[in-house]
């Protein structure tokens, strides 16, 4: 397994485009200089030793450079070793909606940024419990398998937002069906779902599903999101709001929690029932259920003794620099000499 210890330093492999525009507006303008002086194979005749195309192979060079020492000052480590064992906790499923309505600010400073801030606070206070997360608007999607990579659980939240998902909708059922399938279920681990949804334009039977799942000793909690009074949903165009979404008369569409049908799933699903406010997201009050749910054993892998590997990349960033030094920006006039396509007059 691949890892870096000082991840937040290849940001700084964002310098290369930069380069290479500084790069090729020099080399613009020394051409332009050049042309400047006359007619180009007059100029070659008088400066013989100009190379143009040995800048861009010292560029290229040092560009791999800078790279090699990039990723080897964030020191990538490769894990050697796997050890199996084992660990006491429960599986939890987050169901989360992505529906454009999620991005009614009733919830500061939407409702879905709400909900994932959220859950990586919940993330924060996992220790053994394992955490998968499934995303849901008209269709339901798996953004993360169960697991117990608390950072990868954070980074694949951290990418989510309501262009994931293509087809527009609510479809809880869809998403309690795909998190039954989602679970291990030859762990043996107690399993719980929390669904965070604000309930608008629910389309198919979440509470048949609910049951289905309750039928398998899986325990269905739902957060609400936003208010009853309801707020519009924002029309975002290159990150920015440029309006509200309107119905087919022009007026500007309000949503609004489906409280009603929350409730109904949670009570189906043997569960809690919490509306989150700007206050509390009510992740408090389901994980104080999850955590006097009964703890059982399951098997694990982790990754041990991760051997460093960046001496490879800081030995080819000086292999690189060496070549660059030692090619000239001039031509060698010795093998100028040879040009066996020159036609003589």
Known sequence: ???????????????????????????????????????????????????????????VLFSLAFASLIIGIANPQLGTKVEEGKRSGSDLMILLDVSNSMLAGDLAPS???????AISQLIDHLHNDRIGIIIFAGEAYVQLPITTD?????????????????????????????????????????KAMIVMTDGENHEDDAVAAAKAAVSKDVIIHVIGLGSPEGAPVPIFKNGNPVGFHK???????????????????????????????????????????????????YDTKVFKNYEDRFQVFIALALLFLVLEFFISNRKNLKWSAWNLFEVKS
């Open 111 to 117: 409702r879905l940024e709400n909900a994932k801030r």
């Open 247 to 297: 119905d087919e008369h022009g007026q500007t569409v309000i949503s609004k929690l489906n409280e009603n049908m929350c409730k109904e799933i949670s009570a189906v699903g043997h569960g809690v029932y919490v509306r989150a406010s700007n206050a509390n997201s009510g992740l408090g009050i389901v994980m104080n259920q999850v955590a006097s749910m009964e703890k059982k054993t």
């Open 150 to 190: 608390y950072a990868a659980a954070k980074l694949f939240l951290n990418n989510i937002n309501t262009d994931i998902v293509p087809t527009q909708g609510t479809a809880i059922g869809a998403a309690i069906n795909m998190g039954m399938k989602s679970f291990d279920q030859t762990s043996g681990t107690s």
């Open 1 to 59: 397994m691949l890892r870096f210890q000082y991840i937040q330093l290849l940001w700084g492999l964002a310098l290369i485009p930069l380069l290479v525009l500084v790069f090729v507006w020099i080399s613009r303008w020394k051409k332009k200089a050049l042309r400047s002086l006359g007619d180009e194979k007059t100029v070659s005749r008088i400066i013989p030793q100009v190379s143009f195309s040995r800048p861009v192979i010292k560029f």
